[in-house]
């Protein structure tokens, strides 16, 4: 075990962790640990941001609610005190890290399960999203929300740029525009266009999962030996319309590990069930914004597929999609 994991289990949770017995390292690191009281949890490790507390905050509420996620149960909170020099490694294909600049949550570990695709269908991730929305605890009542995960973050505000700055210059897309298919550059200015139209900013701004797709939607069996769903990821809770939320993941919800993305009829179910569940029909311009973020994504995404050496499943499903997305969003 890490020392430094051991501390922070025992001045947080009230006891040392003992065994690693699961660990990823992306963009932030995953650990699976077993604690000495015999208390099986996740921490999740990541640079430090302000919007982490507003995070902690929703999926509490999230959970309270009965959503079914894992329980939060410390942080974020520092992984060593200040003025502890110690690097950290930053994984395969990202720098070391300063281990000043990290912190921690802990959440209940829930088992790692299969990406929930099928199981629910755009009807069950829908009305999720909708009661997520409906549970969450006000904007004007959460500390920030910025800025907005990297995928949602078009309005990012450098006019130098269309994709949002990175976190490194390996993971910059404008690196490789001269690879990226043309396309895919035509639908990310054409729909980030639309998307900075000063009306989009109007309707209410609601905080919510950023990134409620089916490779953070993991159904296993519960402690009752019953297959159930949690959902996962709660760092990327977001504050943005409604529309902008439900486009998102109309686009993406059957996403696993190519980021796969939904046909016309998956999608259409999605936002019409959306649109049912909180009672009240989409407008012409929540419509025509909601379709403008899941173009965007798919832009993003499809970047991505060029950065690892594509193009993939995103750029090919643009090809056929894009002018029906585009021209649902007025872009």
């Known amino acids: 075990m890490d020392p430094l994991l051991t501390d922070w289990c025992t001045g947080h949770l009230g006891s040392p962790a003992v065994e690693q017995f ?4 992306r ?23 302000d919007r982490q507390l507003a995070c902690r905050i929703v999926h509490e509420a999230v959970w309270r609610a009965g959503i ?39 959440e209940t570990w829930e088992g790692e399960g299969v990406a929930a695709v099928g199981a ?30 990297p995928w949602l973050n ?25 690879r990226i298919d043309p396309l895919v ?4 200015v054409r729909a980030r266009a639309r998307l900075m139209r000063p009306a989009v900013a109007t309707p209410p701004v609601v905080a919510a999962h950023g990134d409620f797709a089916a490779q953070n939607s993991r159904w ?33 919800y059957v996403s696993v590990d190519d980021c796969e993305i939904s046909t016309r009829a998956q999608n259409d179910e999605f ?21 403008a973020a899941g173009a965007w994504v798919g832009a993003y995404n499809a970047a991505f597929e060029h950065l690892k050496g594509g193009p993939g499943p995103v750029t090919a499903g643009l090809r056929e999609q894009a002018g029906w997305r585009l021209g649902r969003a007025h872009a």
């Open 220 to 252: 296993g069996p519960g402690a009752d030996g019953i297959d159930r769903l949690v959902i996962h990821d709660w760092d990327s809770v977001v504050a943005m319309p409604e529309a902008v939320l439900a486009g998102n993941s109309a686009f993406t």
């Open 120 to 149: 629910i269908g755009a009807t069950g991730y829908a009305r999720l999203l909708a009661e997520m929305v409906a549970v969450a605890p006000p904007v004007a009542d959460l500390p920030t929300l910025e800025p907005a995960t």
């Open 154 to 178: 078009w309005a990012h505000g450098e006019s130098a740029r269309v994709w949002p700055p990175p976190a490194s210059d390996r993971w910059d897309p404008h690196r490789v525009d001269d």
């Open 271 to 291: 936002l019409d069930t959306y649109a049912q569940v909180r009672g009240r029909p989409w407008s012409m311009l929540e419509w025509q914004v909601a379709h």
């Open 68 to 106: 079914p996620c894992p329980r939060p149960l410390a942080g974020p909170a520092a992984l060593v005190v200040p003025d502890t020099a110690v690097g950290v490694d930053g994984g395969v294909g990202n720098d070391g890290v300063d281990a000043q600049l990290l912190v921690v949550n802990a």
């Open 22 to 25: 699961f660990g990823m390292q």
């Open 27 to 49: 963009l932030s690191a995953v650990h699976g640990v077993r604690l000495a009281d015999g208390r099986e949890v996740a921490l999740k490790v990541r640079g430090a941001q």
């Open 185 to 188: 550059h035509d639908v990310a």
